[in-house]
């Protein structure tokens, strides 16, 4: 489901724990083929062939959710997004971390208000987002 990619999230750079994440995707877009994977996520099948290809980092948490969805062992897409966003808003409250402190710890140029707006689902999160923020609140946590 994305947040679980990684066992230990904490001990990965940011660009290893997207990389987990796209391994899990291109697992499913392997075992479905990338034509149907485009057909029934509804991603155009240049992005199907991307992530079949090789590393995406501005693959949207929606895309990838729409792509493990394919999975029959999985969740529909809305139910991976949302337990995601629970995961995250989970691991903030646990490591009492507020936006400010996750926007001024990673590597991405987002004020406190956009991490807060692509943790919520007001507006879009990538795949390099999403692995800045879960490593930098794993990290937290492990303390």
């Given at each position: 489901m994305l947040y679980d990619a990684a066992s230990e999230p904490a001990s990965l750079s940011p660009a290893a724990l997207r990389e987990a994440y796209e391994n899990q995707l291109r697992t499913v877009v392997d075992d479905v083929g990338v034509e149907t994977a485009?057909?029934?996520?509804?991603?155009?099948?240049?992005?199907?062939?991307?992530?079949?290809?090789?590393?995406?980092?501005?693959?949207?948490?929606?895309?990838?959710?729409?792509?493990?969805?394919?999975?029959?062992?999985?969740?529909?897409?809305?139910?991976?997004?949302?337990e995601l966003r629970d995961h995250l808003l989970m691991a903030m409250t646990t490591g009492v971390v507020d936006v400010d402190t996750i926007a001024s710890n990673v590597d991405l140029d987002l004020s406190g208000q956009e991490?807060?707006?692509?943790?919520?689902?007001?507006?879009?999160?990538?795949l390099e987002q999403l692995a800045a923020i879960q490593r930098f609140l794993a990290s937290r946590n492990d303390r």
């Open positions: 485009a057909a029934d996520s509804g991603l155009d099948r240049d992005t199907v062939t991307a992530v079949a290809d090789g590393p995406v980092p501005d693959l949207r948490v929606t895309d990838a959710a729409a792509l493990l969805a394919l999975d029959d062992d999985r969740p529909d897409a809305e139910t991976i997004v949302l991490v807060q707006q692509a943790v919520e689902g007001r507006s879009a999160m990538t």
